[in-house]
């Protein structure tokens, strides 16, 4: 099957731990997205990369690392930094675009964290 | 300007209505404009998108209604159904350049429940 799988789906953490979200995919995409989730505030774009060993902030990238060191990979740390870490956390991919073609993306099925 | 505002935040409909959820953009670039659908603890799906070119989009139940000039589109659900209970958010973007994908503006997104 092809998709992209995040672990874990129910994470916990105490504050002032940094803590690690999974993110994988196979469907040979080349872009990958993490976006945050809150009640009443839709997604929001938290960090993106197009290529390997490269990204770029989206517009929430404060308190948060992210690394793109294989294609089907992007994992997202939460650091101490995050004032507000508790949310659902969801990864995304999508072609590169072609000229005149569009962004469709595939998410995952996201991680909740909850931070005690 | 980068903004898509998604009204109502939430929508109860009994089985067999119309449910209508609005969005309004302010970018006059956004030239796609991407309806997706999630279930609870699961991570959005599109569900149906329109390019500016065209007023109307219909797939089986589910029609986009898109208004140039005033910059608005909707997500119309004819007979609605129970299954049908999900958040919905709208989304807008513009068309990629030759390798690179551009980002997705989302709206807050819309809490339909649909009562038998």
């Known amino acids: 099957d092809g998709g992209i799988t995040q672990s874990p789906k129910y994470l916990f953490r105490k504050e002032g731990q940094n803590v690690t979200l999974s993110c994988e995919q196979n469907?040979?995409?080349?872009?990958m997205y993490w976006y945050r989730q809150d009640p009443g505030q839709g997604l929001r774009l938290i960090y993106y990369?197009?290529?390997?060993?490269?990204?770029q902030k989206g517009d929430i990238a404060e308190g948060y690392s992210v690394s793109r060191e294989k294609k089907e990979s992007f994992p997202l740390t939460v650091t101490s930094a995050q004032k507000n870490p508790t949310a659902f956390y969801l990864c995304?991919?999508?072609?590169?675009?072609?000229?005149?073609?569009?962004?469709?993306?595939?998410f995952g099925p996201g991680t909740r964290l909850t931070v005690l | 300007q980068q903004q898509v505002k998604q009204s109502p935040q939430s929508l109860i409909v009994q089985k067999g209505g119309i449910s209508i959820i609005n969005c309004a953009y302010e970018?006059?670039?956004?030239?796609?404009f991407p309806w997706y659908q999630q279930f609870p603890g699961k991570g959005p799906a599109l569900l149906i998108a329109?390019?500016?070119?065209?007023s109307e989009k219909k797939e089986g139940r589910f029609t986009i209604s898109f208004n140039k000039s005033a910059k608005q589109f909707s997500l119309h659900i004819m007979d609605s159904q129970p299954g049908d209970s999900a958040t919905y958010f709208c989304?807008?973007?513009?068309?990629?350049?030759?390798?690179?994908?551009?980002?997705?503006?989302f709206g807050t997104g819309t809490r339909l429940q649909v009562f038998p």
């Open positions: 990369s197009q290529i390997v060993n490269d990204f």
């Open positions: 469907l040979n995409h080349d872009a």
């Open positions: 989304a807008a973007s513009r068309v990629g350049s030759f390798y690179n994908t551009d980002k997705l503006i």
């Open positions: 329109i390019r500016p070119d065209v």
């Open positions: 970018n006059t670039a956004f030239d796609y």
């Open positions: 995304a991919s999508s072609r590169l675009a072609e000229e005149y073609s569009y962004n469709e993306q595939f």
